[in-house]
């Protein structure tokens, strides 16, 4: 087989994954151009089926789909001005026309396909089996169509996207599934969503996922409101969907990253836990010794704030075993100055003296964070 | 000699038709989805060009290389942008921030491999 062969039977393949997402993607834009006689679109729905549009407009062509691109583009552009100018509905003229021929040319063409390739794109279910989602995540809105197209965006990243249009489906939802992160629109009907965020808080089960709200532009007191209850994040509606994306992976990212705080005073692990979770970062934490340096073990911290006096092992016994093998904070009293030269001795990254500026400590952590961040890569 | 190639851009379907067009022409190729993540990458993998996408999130071609240039191992290494704006005026000014050329978006896979060699040889 030469290069060239190669190159086409692959080029087959990635047609039909584009046709599948094509395909995908068929149901959202018929509902949209549903909707476009009687403008009852919303500005998320545009703002989303354009970035959906602009993916297949950018890569189309490459793909092989010149005619797709083509009306691709088009309702890309007038989509563009139907989102600059929000109460000039000129930018609907020539959409329908656009998306129509958009959606009845790919019909063909996933028909062309299912008779050349004998592969059946609407029946084969694709992906859905086949996908091996690294993430499910949960966004409640009660637009259907933008909880639609997030689905279909994040599918091909590997990020599986459960959806709920309620307070109380979301509320179901998430304790059967358990999702990594949840989405929440602050206007859900049943139940809002700052008194779902306030009940996950309270729950044991639920209060470490990170959530983020949807909050309609300038709201400033639902953004507080928001962050004051445990919210990590928010994104203003209408959002773009690669908006969304970066801050879902950044939250991922951070969610992964361990902080183990070991301390027997429970008021500051607790403190401590808080500031560390509204950064987005999982903590775990211990009473003595003997559990941090199980945890140690069990859960491959990233970084560990220790303090010196516990029962059974103290901290110096449990730096003794860790070394320098992950970045410790040392938390010692002001008088114990030949404790912090051994510690730094024994390998400790840094030290905080008692009583200590919990703002002070929290940067030093993150500070610490991302540089062992850049450095390992 | 060109032989590892970072191809980073954040349409997954492009990125798999590259890179099994890349490796199909013989060349050793790993994909970053962002720009993050090829300044994370570029520290276990050096490769001797890399393949910018000038459209992404967050961090966009040029903010990437203003990054990328600041890391030691590859403050050097040639970069290509992929860019749907390759005109003559883009392409100058690409050459100006330090890259060596552009492939303009949508590009034929057919020739991928070919237009990317010959950039290299050019320099």
């Known amino acids: 087989m030469t290069m060239d062969d190669n190159q086409d039977d692959y080029l087959q393949v990635i047609q039909q994954k584009f046709l599948v997402k094509l395909q995908e993607n068929h149901h959202a834009f018929q509902v949209f151009l549903g909707k476009l006689p009687n403008k009852s679109y919303t500005m998320s729905e545009c703002i989303l089926l354009k970035d959906i549009i602009h993916q297949i407009a950018g890569s189309g062509k490459t793909f092989g789909f010149d005619e797709v691109s083509v009306y691709a583009s088009k309702i890309e552009e007038r989509l563009n001005i139907l989102i600059d100018n929000q109460e000039d509905s000129r930018g609907g003229e020539g959409l329908e026309i656009a998306l129509a021929a958009l959606i009845k040319i790919s019909q063909e063409l996933i028909q062309n396909n299912n008779t050349k390739s004998g592969v059946n794109i609407e029946k084969s279910k694709p992906i859905e089996e086949k996908i091996q989602y690294q993430h499910t995540i949960l966004i409640a809105d009660d637009d259907n169509l933008v909880t639609e197209l997030v689905s279909n965006y994040f599918k091909h990243h590997n990020i599986k996207v459960l959806s709920a249009s309620d307070g109380q489906t979301a509320m179901d939802t998430i304790e059967t599934a358990h999702p990594e992160i949840i989405i929440l629109d602050v206007n859900l009907p049943k139940i809002k969503g700052f008194d779902i965020l306030k009940q996950l808080k309270q729950n044991a089960d639920t209060k470490d996922i990170p959530v983020i709200m949807l909050t309609k532009m300038d709201n400033d007191k639902s953004v507080i409101e928001g962050i004051s209850n445990g919210a990590i994040e928010y994104i203003t509606k209408p959002f773009e969907v690669e908006k969304l994306s970066s801050t879902i992976t950044s939250c991922l990212q951070l969610h992964e990253i361990k902080i183990l705080i070991a301390d027997d005073d429970e008021l500051i692990c607790k403190l401590l836990k808080l500031r560390f979770q509204k950064l987005g970062y999982t903590v775990i934490t211990a009473k003595n010794g003997e559990e941090a340096l199980r945890l140690y073990k069990e859960s491959k911290p990233r970084i560990m704030i220790l303090d010196i006096m516990m029962p059974s092992i103290d901290g110096m016994a449990v730096l003794g075993q860790i070394g320098d093998k992950i970045p410790v904070i040392m938390l010692t009293a002001k008088s114990q100055h030949d404790n912090i030269m051994s510690a730094l001795e024994k390998g400790a990254y840094d030290y905080i003296t008692k009583p200590f500026n919990a703002d002070e400590l929290v940067a030093k952590t993150v500070g610490i964070l991302k540089r062992h961040h850049k450095n390992n890569g | ?123």
């Open chain 2, 1 to 123: 000699m060109l032989s590892k190639i970072l191809f980073v851009d954040d349409d997954p379907l492009m990125a798999e038709l590259a890179v099994l067009i890349i490796e199909s022409a013989g060349y050793g190729v790993k994909h970053c989805a962002s720009g993050k993540e090829a300044i994370a990458t570029v520290g276990s993998y050096c490769p001797d060009l890399i393949v910018l996408d000038m459209q992404m999130p967050e961090m966009n071609g040029e903010q990437t290389l203003s990054e990328l240039r600041k890391i030691e191992s590859v403050k050097a290494t040639p970069v290509i942008f992929l860019t749907g704006d390759a005109s003559e005026e883009d392409i100058a000014r690409y050459i100006a921030i330090g890259a060596i050329g552009a492939i303009a978006k949508p590009f034929n896979p057919k020739i991928l491999c070919k237009t990317i060699q010959q950039l290299w040889d050019s320099q």
